[in-house]
């Protein structure tokens, strides 16, 4: 049984008490350079996720003997590790352990329910900004290409009176929440790490 663990938003903090004990009782840590180093009191073996998922995958199938935990930001099932692992190894070889993602983190932050959003992804594509802005409330996981400047320039291009929420390095002690109109987002010159928040203004 693999065990595919969320670590929260970032500070280990939120990491849930399950989690946690199931990574100390681990033979192997799996993750990427960030999270691992999270884990500094772990004594068994770390092995650093780098380029094709495909690599993990073959080091699973040649260490079936060992306890092995992949460690994921946020929750794995929300635009995470956990799909792919899944359906790769099989679900009943998975033991996905939730975790506090950076959209309910954000949430919380900003003292807003999380009834009736719709919840979408920027990475590795082009969002159907049509289809995403018509809901009255979007929270977006962002990439590097497709983040809060060009989300706002989608939304007035088409005139909509939106509020954008862009949640920086969430939980960290460098953390920012931002909260303005769509002509203020795309005046900002660079936004870190992020999640976007976007509701109809009023």
């Given at each position: 049984?693999i065990?595919?663990i969320?670590?929260?938003?970032?500070n280990?903090?939120?990491?849930t008490?399950i989690g946690?004990?199931?990574?100390?009782?681990?033979?192997?840590?799996i993750?990427?350079?960030?999270n691992?180093?999270?884990f500094?009191d772990?004594?068994?073996e770390?092995?650093?996720?780098?380029?094709?998922?495909k690599?993990?995958?073959?080091?699973?199938?040649?260490?079936?003997?060992k306890?092995?935990?992949?460690?994921?930001?946020?929750?794995?099932?929300?635009?995470g590790?956990?799909?792919?692992?899944?359906s790769?190894?099989?679900?009943?070889?998975?033991?996905i352990?939730?975790?506090?993602s950076?959209?309910?983190?954000?949430?919380s932050?900003i003292?807003m329910?999380?009834?009736d959003?719709?919840i979408?992804?920027?990475?590795?594509?082009?969002?159907?900004?049509?289809?995403?802005?018509?809901?009255?409330?979007?929270?977006?996981v962002?990439?590097?290409?497709?983040?809060?400047?060009?989300?706002a320039?989608e939304?007035?291009k088409?005139?909509?009176n939106?509020?954008?929420?862009?949640?920086e390095n969430l939980?960290?002690?460098?953390?920012?929440i931002t909260?303005?109109?769509?002509?203020d987002?795309?005046n900002?010159d660079?936004?870190?790490m992020?999640?976007?928040?976007i509701?109809?203004?009023g």
């Amino acid at each position: 049984m693999i065990n595919i663990i969320g670590i929260g938003p970032g500070n280990l903090n939120y990491l849930t008490k399950i989690g946690e004990n199931i990574v100390h009782k681990s033979d192997v840590l799996i993750g990427g350079t960030r999270n691992l180093d999270s884990f500094n009191d772990f004594d068994g073996e770390k092995v650093e996720i780098k380029g094709s998922l495909k690599k993990i995958i073959d080091y699973i199938n040649e260490n079936k003997d060992k306890n092995i935990s992949i460690i994921a930001s946020g929750d794995p099932s929300i635009y995470g590790i956990g799909k792919y692992m899944v359906s790769e190894l099989g679900s009943e070889n998975v033991n996905i352990v939730s975790g506090i993602s950076s959209i309910q983190y954000i949430f919380s932050r900003i003292g807003m329910d999380m009834n009736d959003i719709y919840i979408s992804s920027c990475h590795g594509k082009q969002p159907d900004f049509d289809y995403i802005l018509s809901h009255k409330k979007v929270a977006l996981v962002t990439d590097n290409i497709i983040g809060p400047k060009e989300i706002a320039k989608e939304i007035i291009k088409r005139k909509l009176n939106k509020v954008m929420v862009v949640g920086e390095n969430l939980s960290y002690e460098n953390e920012k929440i931002t909260i303005a109109p769509c002509e203020d987002i795309i005046n900002v010159d660079k936004f870190d790490m992020n999640v976007v928040v976007i509701y109809d203004e009023g």
